[in-house]
């Protein structure tokens, strides 16, 4: 067990819909990121929160959005939903500080099934 | 610009042979470097990483991973590979500028032969 917690471990929804994917990281890791895994493009990296606030951005589409709240859950908000965002959304987390102090690995949830029908 | 290489998208052993899963990065410098196991339906986890001091570095499950630096590699090893080992394996480097990015191979998928 990573200690990440996402939920819910799956979503069924129709094109056009909005969703709300939630992830509770590592107790004490302040840094969140979101992670979007299909079949044809792997896993590939959408934002990163440290402590609140935004710090990186990936290939992330303009119809999602993202916050991490002051206790350092986050929620990975998807909206305009279509056919091609059906995929694993997965939440890690990090012990992150704002120095490098040395390796950092991440800490991955189990992922919520997104299917868009 | 960073990247990680895992040249071998699906690798087939029989079950007690050895294995060797490949990766090699570009990066300006030695970077973080991890190995994660994902099993189907399942999150990735960690299963070692290498930062510095002995470039032979061990893991759970029996793995173990060596970094070279002259070939910009950190390969994922096992001696005798289980039925249960069947899952993919994704590569990943990491670094800081200014926040901590992570760049992650695009995986290796190993099927165990009984």
Known sequence: DSGVTQTPKHLITATGQRVTLRCSPRSGDL???????????????????YNGEERAKGNILERFSAQQFPDLHSELNLSSLELGDSALYFCASSLNREREYGDSPLHFGNGTRLTVT | AQSVTQPDIHITVSEGASLELRCNYSYGATPYLFWYVQSPGQGLQLLLKYFSGDTLVQGIKGFEAEFKRSQSSFNLRKPSVHWSDAAEYFCAVGFFTGTYKYIFGTGTRLKVLA
Do not use: K, P, R, T
């Open chain 1, 31 to 49: 840094s969140v990121y979101w992670y979007q895994q299909s079949l044809d493009q792997g896993l590939q990296f959408l934002i990163q929160y």
